[in-house]
């Protein structure tokens, strides 16, 4: 239990008589998890994804285990009474941060999202944007263990879906689970990606070889402290990983993920050394 969100033998219908639109359904989410949720329009994604935050209970079943969640719904309340920095503030402290502290994660990620310049608009002026950008900051505020995302990029600029992507990645460097609908099917997809897809009221894991991480890798060559294993978020986030010598591991990394794994290696405790870097373009890199 503990932060493994379990769902086991989840079924919901919407009213005593309404059909089921989820039954049977089964599905751990572990730390770390990178889940993917597909399935024709209708399905039942969001229904699934609602009982998986905790913000939904199902009519038969049981969900289980008690990560702290953040939650970006489908549609985002965006006219509240409210300015962008004032809502994360008050977010924050909901979610247990200190005002201090509040304060300051409503800077950070709204300044990631380039959404600085509307800290102090009100929220009913903002466009759809900016208050989705609003959005997916108050779920990533306060370092949730899982973070369960309905279409969160959509609406959002290339800019910001390239930043909360990485800030996916770093939830799961972090031992963090991230639970996904997205209708782009790139998404993610440098990322190791498990995808479970709802069809007539069952889910089903897909299961065949992940597709190889598309776009080009670095090369990250590291020595760990004499006797350490790689850091588990640097695993998952690596395409491939070699020990090439006691302790040195050269590791095969999708470029889009490469500043999220140098990171987890250098805050690690104690922390790797980081030997060398090999850009993608170079033709030495080995394939
Ligand atoms: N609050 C609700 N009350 C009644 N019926 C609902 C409710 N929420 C969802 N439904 C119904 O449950 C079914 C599944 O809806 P859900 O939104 O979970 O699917 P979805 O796969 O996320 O759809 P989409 O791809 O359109 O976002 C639909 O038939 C929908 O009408």
């Known amino acids: 239990m503990g932060r493994e969100r379990r769902l086991e033998g989840v079924g919901r219908r919407y009213g005593a008589r309404g059909p089921w639109v989820l039954r049977g359904v089964g599905l751990s989410v572990p730390p770390g998890a990178l889940i993917r949720v597909e399935g024709a329009n209708g399905t039942g994604k969001s229904t699934l994804l609602r009982l998986l935050a905790g913000l939904d209970?199902?009519?038969?079943?049981?969900?289980?285990?008690?990560?702290?969640?953040?939650?970006?719904?489908?549609?985002?309340?965006?006219?509240?009474?409210?300015?962008?920095?004032?809502?994360?503030?008050?977010?924050?402290a909901v979610h247990g941060l200190s005002r201090a502290r509040a304060a300051r994660a409503a800077d950070?990620?709204?300044?990631?999202?380039?959404?600085?310049?509307?800290?102090?608009?009100?929220?009913?002026?903002?466009?759809?944007?900016?208050?989705?950008?609003?959005?997916?900051?108050?779920?990533?505020?306060?370092?949730?263990?899982?973070?369960?995302?309905?279409?969160?990029?959509?609406?959002?600029?290339?800019?910001?879906?390239?930043?909360?992507e990485r800030a996916v990645a770093e939830r799961t460097a972090d031992g963090g689970a991230v639970v996904f609908v997205d209708h782009d099917p790139r998404r993610l997809a440098g990322a190791p990606v498990a995808v479970h897809v709802v069809r007539?009221?069952?889910?089903?894991?897909?299961?065949?070889?992940?597709?190889?991480?598309?776009?080009?890798?670095?090369?990250?060559?590291?020595?760990?402290?004499?006797?350490?294993?790689?850091?588990?978020?640097?695993?998952?986030?690596?395409?491939?990983?070699?020990?090439?010598?006691?302790?040195?591991?050269r590791l095969s990394v999708p470029a889009t993920r490469s500043d999220v794994v140098l990171r987890a290696l250098l805050t690690a405790a104690p922390p790797w050394h980081v030997v060398s870097v090999r850009p993608p373009a170079d033709p030495e890199s080995p394939r």
């Not at 991480?213 to 690596?238: D, F, I, K, S, Y």
Request: net charge positive; charged share 20%.
């Open 200 to 249: 007539d009221g069952a889910l089903h894991r897909r299961t065949g070889q992940p597709a190889p991480a598309p776009g080009p890798r670095a090369t990250v060559e590291v020595q760990g402290p004499p006797g350490a294993a790689l850091p588990a978020g640097v695993l998952r986030l690596a395409a491939s990983a070699a020990e090439t010598a006691p302790g040195r591991h």
């Open 108 to 164: 950070v990620w709204l300044e990631r999202f380039g959404a600085a310049a509307h800290a102090r608009t009100p929220m009913r002026r903002l466009s759809k944007g900016s208050s989705q950008k609003v959005a997916v900051a108050q779920a990533l505020l306060a370092d949730p263990e899982l973070l369960v995302l309905d279409e969160a990029w959509t609406g959002l600029d290339a800019a910001a879906r390239a930043e909360l």
């Open 57 to 92: 209970a199902p009519t038969e079943g049981r969900v289980t285990g008690r990560p702290r969640t953040a939650y970006v719904p489908e549609r985002f309340p965006g006219a509240l009474p409210f300015t962008p920095a004032g809502y994360l503030r008050h977010l924050g």
